[in-house]
């Protein structure tokens, strides 16, 4: 099975930017498709955005579309969430997620990403 680990979260001024990336161990990342998710304070677990197998398909949550992107290199193991012109709203703990069914079954520890109005 596959491990996940995130990173790149921080703090930004709204309108900045951030690089989130996913870091895959332990199989062969190209078996799973991937997505990022968030938690904001006070909220439910919310899906972002997701990346196909092969890297070809790409499914964003409505608030993000034209902000965020997402890519992955299987070469690298590696995925990531490019952040622009962030907003408050964005302010979330930051999850990769990896599945090889159906469900999402394998998550990372999360990574803090803090915009400031």
């Known amino acids: 099975q596959v491990q996940l680990v995130e990173s790149g979260g921080g703090l930004v001024q709204a309108g900045g930017s951030l690089r989130l990336s996913c870091t895959a161990s332990?199989?062969?990342?190209?078996?799973?498709?991937m997505a990022w998710f968030r938690r904001a304070p006070g909220k439910e677990q919310e899906f972002v955005a997701s990346?196909?197998?092969?890297?070809?398909?790409?499914y964003y949550e409505d608030s993000v579309k034209g902000r965020f992107t997402i890519s992955r290199d299987n070469a690298k193991n590696a995925g990531w969430l490019q952040m622009n012109s962030l907003k408050f709203e964005d302010t979330a703990v930051y999850y990769c997620?990896?599945?090889?069914?159906?469900?999402?079954?394998?998550w990372g520890q999360g990574t803090q990403v803090t915009v400031t109005s």
């Open positions: 997620t990896a599945s090889a069914s159906s469900t999402w079954d394998y």
């Open positions: 332990g199989d062969t990342f190209s078996k799973y498709t």
């Open positions: 990346i196909s197998r092969s890297g070809g398909s790409t």
